[in-house]
């Protein structure tokens, strides 16, 4: 752990409470109804992508450490198309208030 990761740390400690993968994992799969093994997989279906999307953007915005090369790692998909997933969901959040629900919704999961 570098100094400016325990320094954060030490600064959040207590004020919000830790946000895990597995936490991650549940609210996008649960909000969307999909299996973790759809998730991580091959499927394509409109709907898994979406939640894949999510899972992916939400991994990077809760912990500003994980790069992207290992969300690919855990969503079996390379770095770049992490990168444009996160992309792509950040400007559907800021430009669709359907998006910006959803968003809003996984994230009162979370805490």
Same mark, same amino acid.
């Given at each position: 752990?570098t100094?400016?990761?325990?320094? @954060?740390?030490?600064?959040?400690?207590?004020?919000?409470?830790?946000?895990?993968?597995?936490s991650?994992?549940?609210?996008?799969?649960?909000?969307?109804?999909?299996?973790?093994?759809?998730? &991580?997989?091959?499927?394509?279906?409109?709907?898994?992508?979406?939640?894949?999307?999510?899972?992916?953007?939400?991994?990077? $915005?809760? $912990?500003?450490?994980?790069?992207?090369?290992?969300?690919?790692?855990?969503?079996?998909?390379?770095?770049?198309?992490?990168?444009?997933?996160?992309? &792509?969901?950040?400007?559907?959040?800021?430009?669709?208030? $359907? @998006?910006?629900?959803?968003?809003?919704?996984?994230?009162?999961?979370?805490?």
């Open positions: 752990m100094e400016l990761e325990y320094f @954060i740390n030490e600064t959040l400690e207590g004020i919000l409470p830790p946000v895990t993968k597995e991650i994992l549940n609210a996008v799969c649960s909000h969307f109804r999909v299996s973790e093994i759809d998730l &991580k997989g091959r499927n394509r279906a409109k709907n898994t992508v979406l939640a894949r999307h999510f899972y992916m953007f939400f991994l990077k $915005d809760k $912990d500003i450490f994980r790069t992207l090369t290992k969300i690919g790692e855990e969503t079996n998909k390379d770095h770049a198309t992490v990168l444009h997933a996160i992309n &792509k969901l950040k400007y559907w959040i800021e430009n669709y208030e $359907d @998006i910006k629900a959803i968003y809003n919704n996984i994230n009162q999961k979370l805490y």
